[in-house]
């Protein structure tokens, strides 16, 4: 199974900053690496696939980038709704696998 | 619009089978371009992809090997519905479950979830 690692596992951050976590595959997945943005109760919503592409909907201050084993998902300008936890997850290669998830905290 | 409907118990006792449906709207489980799953979530796991059913030439099926001697994922056409088995559960089956399209690879429309709670 490919392991997907992120980091941080929690950050601090305020309104208006520009937030970056960082996912790790174990081995090469290409570009098939994807984002998604938890709420509390709620299920797991698609940001960016195929590393960068985002998905429709979504607003242009998320961004994704990266190739091979490094990824990074990018918030240029934190709003309050922001404030969740994020999850990558790789697309490459069955089973699926998702990374520990990134709390993005006030 | 895609929606995903969960249904099913949220109690099973050990050593019990854990039954749940997702009813589709908006899409075809016969959908030649997407694929349908299950995943869970848990404290102590995380999200943990369970495995999947799609048709394509003919109707297959992917599983997690964490689970794979357990489970069973199944399409009905005639409802336009997919469902998820997992036999002999145990405490450590305890999550919420979630259904969700794979379009293919990304997980774009996913159901409300169900906590499910394994213990007598």
């Known amino acids: 199974d490919i392991l997907m690692t992120q980091s941080p596992s929690s950050l601090s951050a305020s309104v208006g900053d520009r937030v970056t976590i960082t996912c790790r595959a174990s081995q090469s997945i290409s570009s098939s690496l994807n984002w998604y943005q938890q709420k509390p109760g709620k299920a797991p919503n698609l940001l960016i696939y195929a590393a960068a592409s985002l998905q429709s909907g979504v607003p242009s201050r998320f961004s994704g980038s990266g190739f091979g084993t490094d990824f990074t998902l990018t918030i240029s300008s934190l709003q309050p709704e922001d404030f969740a936890t994020y999850y990558c997850?790789?697309?490459?290669?069955?089973?699926?696998?998702f990374g520990g998830g990134t709390k993005v905290e006030i | 619009q895609v929606q995903l409907q969960q249904s099913g118990p949220g109690l099973v006792k050990p050593s019990q089978t854990l039954s749940l449906t997702c009813a589709i709207s908006?899409?075809?489980?016969?959908?030649?371009?997407?694929?349908w799953n299950w995943i869970r979530q848990s404290p102590s796991r995380g999200l943990e992809w369970l495995g999947r059913?799609?048709?394509?030439?003919?109707?297959?099926?992917d599983y997690a090997v964490s689970v794979k001697s357990r489970i069973s994922i199944s399409p009905d056409t005639s409802k336009n519905q997919f469902s998820l088995q997992l036999i002999s559960v145990t405490p450590e089956d305890t999550a919420v479950y979630y259904c969700?399209?794979?379009?293919?690879?990304?997980?774009?429309?996913w159901g409300r979830g169900t906590l499910v709670t394994v213990s007598s």
């Open positions: 997850q790789q697309s490459y290669s069955i089973p699926r696998t």
């Open positions: 908006g899409d075809s489980v016969s959908s030649n371009s997407a694929t």
């Open positions: 059913t799609y048709s394509r030439s003919k109707w297959d099926s």
């Open positions: 969700a399209r794979g379009a293919p690879a990304a997980f774009d429309y």
